[in-house]
């Protein structure tokens, strides 16, 4: 298994993934920002403020994961997009559902949600390097 083998490849997949998603927070958070404070249209309408948020931070997530993180070269393809998204609404499925059945066992929603969110980002890690970025040519560690 090529992850025994080439560790540094794999520890420094981690730290870029980590680092991605404090990045696209701070596009979701500013996109979201943005429209609700400084749009006549959205200050009304949050939710339609947070879906263009999130599909922003989305996109910017898979251009930084495709060719940072994971080292993916070549051409996008309709199919390693519908992966992507298929993976992070799976993703958004798994952490609601997760704290919605945590919340009792632990009692406290900040808990339930803090396990649910590293549930969701493990999910996100191996789906992502094992299914989404597996073309020829990435950095793969296994």
Do not use: C
């Amino acid at each position: 298994m090529e992850i025994l083998r080439r560790p540094q490849i794999f520890e420094r997949q981690i730290v870029k993934f980590a680092a991605t998603g404090i990045i696209n927070t701070g596009v979701d958070w500013s996109v979201y920002f943005f429209l609700t404070r400084f749009t006549a249209i959205f200050g009304g309408f949050l939710v339609g403020a947070k879906a263009i948020s999130f599909i922003a931070a989305s996109m910017v997530a898979f251009l930084l994961h495709r060719f940072w993180t994971f080292e993916q070269r070549g051409t996008v393809t309709g199919g390693e997009i519908a992966k992507f998204y298929a993976t992070t609404i799976a993703g958004i499925v798994i952490n609601a559902g997760a704290l919605h059945f945590l919340l009792p066992f632990v009692g406290s929603d900040l808990i339930a949600l803090a396990l649910a969110t590293g549930l969701t980002m493990v999910w996100n890690f191996v789906f992502l390097k094992f299914w989404v970025y597996t073309a020829p040519g990435a950095a793969q560690a296994a």
